[in-house]
């Protein structure tokens, strides 16, 4: 690939042979350490782009990315869809039903179609650990 490469290494072979000293050679790698550093900043900034780029809003997707950064020896977070659907109530007017029969109430988070598409089930373990 074109971007990995070794800056001494070409700086040397760079040289003319009759120039090839290990002084002068050792002079040729002092002058390029700050680039030397710079181009290790870019390929480990390269790394985490593409680690970025590889995680969609998938649900499968979040949750790799989840559990590499907060649980990755064990992998014990996972994400659940909403499970409850609304009831409503009507007027006599609308003329459909009105018996709800035995409600319960919810959050709105925990409605289908409303609010949160999905939960982050996370165990309390990796939330103390995360807290300290």
């Known amino acids: 690939m074109w971007f990995k490469l070794s800056i001494n290494k070409l ?8 120039l090839r000293r290990p002084k002068l050679v050792a002079l040729l790698h002092a002058l390029l350490y700050p680039v030397e ?3 290790q900043a870019w390929t480990q900034m390269r790394a985490e ?16 990315a ?7 020896a064990l992998r014990r977070i996972y994400l659940t869809g909403s499970e409850h659907e609304r009831n409503y109530l009507y007027l006599p ?3 459909l039903p009105q018996y709800l029969g035995k409600i319960y109430i919810y959050r709105e988070s925990e409605y289908l179609y409303k609010g949160a598409d999905f ?9 103390k650990k995360q807290m300290v």
């Open 11 to 18: 700086a040397a072979s760079l040289l003319p042979t009759f």
């Open 37 to 39: 550093g710079l181009h």
């Open 49 to 64: 782009n593409l680690y970025k780029l590889a995680h969609t809003g998938q649900v499968i997707s979040l949750r790799d």
């Open 66 to 72: 989840l559990n590499d950064v907060l649980d990755p």
């Open 93 to 95: 007017a609308e003329k």
């Open 119 to 127: 939960f982050v089930l996370v165990p309390p373990a990796v939330l």
